[in-house]
């Protein structure tokens, strides 16, 4: 088993892995049914043919609840499979923020396109376009701050889920 992680994926809003393996991918999902199956009282999952999600069960459940999609593909040029791994967030939250992260970025644009214009025509229709692009730069980078403060509180069942993966098929190399 050979696992890569470069250092872009430690600092990503989703952080990746992948794990290469001599087992083929349909043995991998049934080792990964019942792997979840015995670890049933920890996490909670769905996994179907090509796709897993994993949660971790916990007591506490705030916003940023992390989730292990893992993706089994099979590597032609090594002749094995590989197992590529992406933590976070649910599906819903992530839509919401990257949601959060179109609307700002639009804002911003349009507010700074507009300061701009008015200061190449020398007009004053818009006196508030540069303060609301600042507003607007400042919502981003709350945004920013919310997502990394999800991602801190959650970094504990990442760990789970990242040791879940790992183990789910350390076993059954050679």
């Known amino acids: 088993m050979k696992i890569e992680e470069s250092v872009l994926d430690q600092i990503r809003s989703r ?11 349909e043995k991998y999902v049934e080792i990964l049914k019942e792997f979840l199956k015995n670890q049933s009282e ?5 996994i179907n043919s090509e796709t897993a999600t994993i949660m971790v069960k916990s007591e506490q ?6 989730c292990l999609s893992l993706r089994t593909e099979h590597d032609s040029e090594e002749n094995k499979t590989l197992i590529r791994g992406i933590f976070g967030p649910t599906s819903a ?4 923020f990257m949601f959060l992260y179109f609307i700002g970025s639009i804002l911003w644009m349009v507010f700074i396109t507009m300061w701009f214009v008015e200061r190449q025509i020398n007009s004053n229709d818009f006196p508030w376009a540069l303060s609301a692009s600042f507003f607007t730069v400042f919502f981003l980078a709350l945004t ?3 997502t990394k403060i999800g991602q801190y509180q959650a970094r504990e069942e990442m760990r789970k889920l990242r040791d879940f993966a790992e183990k789910s098929i350390l076993q059954f190399e050679h």
């Open 61 to 66: 459940d705030y916003y940023w609840k992390p």
């Open 93 to 96: 939250v992530w839509t919401f």
């Open 144 to 146: 920013y701050f919310a």
């Open 15 to 25: 952080p990746r892995f992948k794990i290469y393996t001599e087992i083929t991918r």
């Open 42 to 46: 920890h996490y909670t999952g769905n």
